[in-house]
Nanobody
Framework: QLQASGGGLVQPGSSLRLSCAAS????????IGWFRQAPGQEREGVSS????????YYADSVKGRFTMSRDNAKNTVFLQMNNLKPEDTAVYYC??????????????????WGQGTLVTVSS
């Protein structure tokens, strides 16, 4: 089971850190992705961290502002979001894949999903 948390209502330019905690399995064996879905829009890939070498991948829209990391001791993955913009408003989901992920930001490859956490960026 994956549990995403850390969302909230913040002003533009603010920061938030999302957490994705796993129970029942060890996260460091999995490639983890963060995805988001804004109202009326399709779900999009935000970032991913690969299980094999820890490489991280980011959507162009968040590069330089978001940073993904993992704490294996806590069995948790984080998404640090800085300089948040109103267009970052969405429900954020974390997802996991045990298999090789050819396209890290395509949700098709992720089998296990947590519930979402809402991020609202508004003044």
């Amino acid at each position: 089971q994956l549990q995403a948390s850390g969302g909230g209502l913040v002003q533009p330019g603010s920061s938030l850190r999302l957490s994705c905690a796993a129970s029942g399995f060890t996260l460091d064996y999995y490639t983890i992705g963060w995805f988001r879905q804004a109202p009326g829009q399709e779900r999009e890939g935000v970032s991913s961290i690969d299980s094999s070498d820890g490489s991280t991948y980011y959507a162009d829209s968040v590069k330089g502002r978001f940073t993904m990391s993992r704490d294996n001791a806590k069995n948790t993955v984080f998404l640090q979001m800085n300089n948040l913009k109103p267009e970052d408003t969405a429900v954020y989901y974390c997802a996991a894949s045990l298999a090789v992920v050819p396209d890290h930001l395509w949700d098709y490859y992720y089998k296990y999903w947590g519930q979402g956490t809402l991020v609202t960026v508004s003044s």
